[in-house]
């Protein structure tokens, strides 16, 4: 192996999936905002937020969200996303880079897609769409956290998975050779190699 060495990293993204999470806002429309940060046990999913963001306020007010997964193709429309708040004004510690835009499924050229189970839209092109309900937000708190506002994890609970036709295998399977998340690497976006290195013992025979 090689000689280690110590350094800070401003970011710890290691390869993580990226979701665009749209939430209501005040007015009843539906916000969209990316997010590169976030887990699922069973069908609990743990979000995390910055604190001055559109999301953060609304998922502590409308206690529902949708979470979209973008497949790689979609990198340049997420990334038109990236620099947009529906916060107005911006706050100060984003002012610099980001700017207010309350239609950003039009800018990134999404489509919003009424949902079955909770107020905010879908976003009609991701090929996976989650709709969930709010079960609560804590605070989460750090040095480097704070040098960024601080921040909050959201806990939610998946109740509606909507799966494209074409990567379900047998009844409620997705099929991992068809499926392809948009991967957050370093600030970069990257899709997953193709080819298997091999399947845990736990792997339904059925995609085998």
């Known amino acids: 192996m090689g000689v280690k060495r ?7 993204y290691f390869g993580t999936p990226v979701a665009l999470v ?6 009843d429309t539906t916000d ?6 976030f887990w699922a046990l069973g069908w609990t999913m743990t979000l995390g937020l910055l604190d001055e963001t559109q999301t953060a306020d609304n998922l502590q007010r409308h206690r529902e969200c949708v979470v979209n997964l973008p ?24 002012a610099s880079q980001f700017h207010t835009e309350r239609d950003k499924f039009g ?11 909770v107020k905010p839209h879908r976003v009609a092109e991701c090929p996976v ?45 997705i099929d991992p050779a068809k499926w ?7 600030r970069h976006y990257y899709r997953l190699a193709r080819g298997e290195l091999g399947k845990t013992f736990r792997a339904e025979n059925e995609i085998a």
């Open 107 to 117: 800018v990134a050229g999404f489509t919003p897609e009424v949902a079955e189970l």
């Open 71 to 94: 497949g790689p193709d979609m990198w340049e429309k997420v990334e038109k996303l990236a620099p947009l708040t529906a916060k107005d004004p911006v706050p100060d510690l984003k």
């Open 129 to 173: 769409q989650m709709e969930a309900r709010v079960l609560g937000c804590d605070r989460l708190g750090g040095a480097k956290l704070d040098e960024l506002g601080g921040g909050l994890s959201a806990r939610i609970e998946i109740m509606h998975v909507h799966v494209d036709e074409e990567l379900i295998a047998g009844e409620r399977h």
């Open 32 to 37: 969209l905002a990316p997010i590169s940060s």
């Open 180 to 186: 392809s998340p948009l991967i957050y690497n370093f």
């Open 22 to 27: 749209t939430s209501l806002n005040e007015d």
């Open 6 to 12: 110590t350094i800070e990293p401003k970011i710890l």
